[in-house]
């Protein structure tokens, strides 16, 4: 049976880890889902990891909705959410429900992600919310804000974790069906989990959270430059240059074919 929001929210009630990570192509969204994934994230971070951006910003919604299209087509039992990317709902509510309607039809995706929080985002969840669109909410670090943020640890002082703490909460009452929290302390993190009957699904944010996620290319060792709370489970950079280093040679040795 593939996996459906209501069963996240049931996971966190048996106390079972939520198991999220990132796709961007078909044949990655394959692998992860036969391995057992329960939440496949297209996430707007295949602007940096698969299209060469700086930062997760130029990346457009009809980029997001050929990538997205793509994931769902490898997935069969995972539950496939995708990042609404910058300025595609951050105008408005109704902005946001075309933005997030197009992905839902269009790609077949059953869940969008949105950064943010109180009062403006959480508003805009609640909008889609009752147009029956599932939404993943993300605070702390939201890179989408990387200009006003930068990529620093988030609610280190005692007003920012209250902020984060807020939006949080107000995201539940939106709607939402679960949390991602990027990058904060792991006691707001552990605060916000006992806090909220919904799932938090935690990226630097310490142990205490429902579940967790990482961006694939830095799981699996593709990226040169990782963010410290990722954690790289193979070396694929080097086992990858390995296998063309000897595939050069043996073509140029004419011992291929
Ligand atoms: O874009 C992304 O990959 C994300 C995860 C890091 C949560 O938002």
Same mark, same amino acid.
């Given at each position: 049976?593939?996996?459906?929001?209501?069963?996240?929210?049931?996971?966190?009630?048996?106390?079972? *880890?939520?198991?999220?990570?990132?796709?961007?192509?078909?044949?990655?969204?394959?692998?992860?889902?036969?391995?057992?994934?329960?939440?496949?994230?297209?996430?707007?971070?295949?602007?940096?990891?698969?299209?060469?951006?700086?930062?997760?910003?130029?990346?457009?919604?009809?980029?997001?909705?050929? &990538?997205?299209?793509?994931?769902?087509?490898?997935?069969?039992?995972?539950?496939?959410?995708?990042?609404?990317?910058?300025? *595609?709902?951050?105008? *408005?509510?109704?902005?946001?429900?075309?933005?997030? !309607?197009?992905?839902?039809?269009?790609? !077949?995706?059953?869940?969008?992600?949105? @950064? =943010?929080?109180?009062?403006?985002?959480?508003?805009?969840? *609640?909008?889609?919310?009752?147009?029956?669109?599932?939404?993943?909410? &993300?605070?702390?670090? $939201?890179?989408?804000?990387?200009?006003?943020?930068?990529?620093?640890?988030?609610?280190?002082?005692? +007003?920012?974790? +209250?902020?984060?703490?807020?939006?949080?909460?107000?995201? +539940?009452?939106? !709607?939402?069906?679960?949390?991602?929290?990027?990058?904060?302390?792991? @006691?707001?993190?552990?605060?916000?989990?006992?806090?909220?009957?919904?799932?938090?699904?935690?990226?630097?944010? =310490?142990? &205490?959270?429902? =579940?967790?996620?990482?961006? $694939?290319?830095?799981?699996? !060792?593709?990226?040169?430059?990782?963010?410290?709370?990722?954690?790289?489970?193979?070396?694929?950079?080097?086992?990858?240059?390995?296998?063309?280093?000897?595939?050069?040679?043996?073509?140029?040795?004419?011992?291929?074919?």
């Amino acid at each position: 049976m593939a996996v459906t929001t209501q069963q996240l929210i049931q996971y966190k009630q048996q106390g079972r *880890s939520i198991v999220t990570l990132t796709a961007w192509d078909y044949a990655i969204a394959q692998l992860l889902d036969l391995a057992g994934v329960d939440v496949i994230l297209v996430g707007d971070s295949l602007a940096m990891v698969a299209l060469g951006y700086e930062t997760t910003l130029p990346i457009t919604l009809e980029e997001m909705i050929h &990538h997205a299209k793509a994931v769902r087509r490898g997935v069969k039992q995972a539950l496939v959410v995708c990042d609404l990317p910058f300025l *595609s709902y951050q105008e *408005s509510p109704q902005q946001a429900m075309r933005s997030a !309607g197009r992905i839902l039809k269009e790609t !077949g995706v059953q869940a969008v992600k949105l @950064e =943010g929080g109180y009062p403006a985002i959480a508003q805009t969840v *609640s909008y889609l919310v009752e147009a029956g669109i599932p939404v993943l909410g &993300h605070v702390g670090l $939201t890179p989408q804000s990387v200009h006003k943020l930068g990529y620093r640890k988030q609610g280190k002082t005692v +007003e920012e974790g +209250e902020r984060i703490f807020q939006e949080a909460i107000a995201l +539940e009452a939106a !709607g939402a069906f679960a949390i991602v929290l990027e990058h904060i302390p792991n @006691e707001l993190a552990l605060r916000i989990t006992e806090k909220l009957s919904i799932p938090t699904i935690g990226i630097g944010a =310490g142990v &205490h959270c429902d =579940g967790q996620v990482l961006v $694939t290319a830095d799981m699996l !060792g593709l990226t040169l430059k990782q963010p410290p709370f990722a954690k790289a489970y193979v070396n694929l950079q080097e086992t990858i240059t390995q296998a063309v280093q000897n595939y050069n040679k043996e073509v140029r040795e004419r011992k291929f074919p």
